[in-house]
């Protein structure tokens, strides 16, 4: 089992920045590969960015490319998900997910289904 705690969401205005952290116990975790999603009211969970163990594949939604980075310290077992230019559109609790390295593959990081653990989310609120 791996258990995921976020933490990091606040209430900003537009333009603003936030650092969001997935936190992670339980199994070695350079051996997963994490991804970060997000939901907002009435709408279905959406990929946002994953990176694998290495940091060396990190896909991310095309609403998000060039304002947020998503980064990883494996000593501290934590994935950081760093959101710049924040819009009121990126409003939405954001969840971290990991999935064990060897079955996970950049073709299918942004499917929800493919993550095995979850964490309880934390929310994000841009303000216009």
């Known amino acids: 089992q791996v258990q995921l705690v976020e933490s990091g969401g606040g209430l900003v205005q537009a333009g603003d920045s936030l650092r969001l952290s997935c936190e992670a116990s339980?199994?070695?975790?350079?051996?997963?590969?994490v991804g970060w999603f997000r939901q907002a009211p009435g709408n279905e969970r959406e990929f946002v960015a994953a990176?694998?163990?290495?940091?060396?594949?990190?896909p991310y939604a095309d609403s998000v490319v060039g304002r947020f980075t998503i980064s990883r310290d494996n000593a501290k077992n934590t994935v950081y998900l760093e959101m710049n230019s924040l819009k009121p559109e990126d409003t939405g609790v954001y969840y971290c997910?990991?999935?064990?390295?060897?079955?996970?593959?950049?073709?299918?990081?942004?499917?929800?289904?493919?993550?095995?653990?979850w964490g309880q989310g934390t929310q994000v609120t841009v303000s216009s």
């Open positions: 997910a990991a999935k064990y390295t060897a079955s996970w593959t950049v073709n299918r990081a942004s499917n929800y289904g493919t993550y095995d653990y």
């Open positions: 990176i694998n163990w290495s940091s060396s594949r990190t």
């Open positions: 339980g199994r070695t975790f350079s051996n997963y590969a």
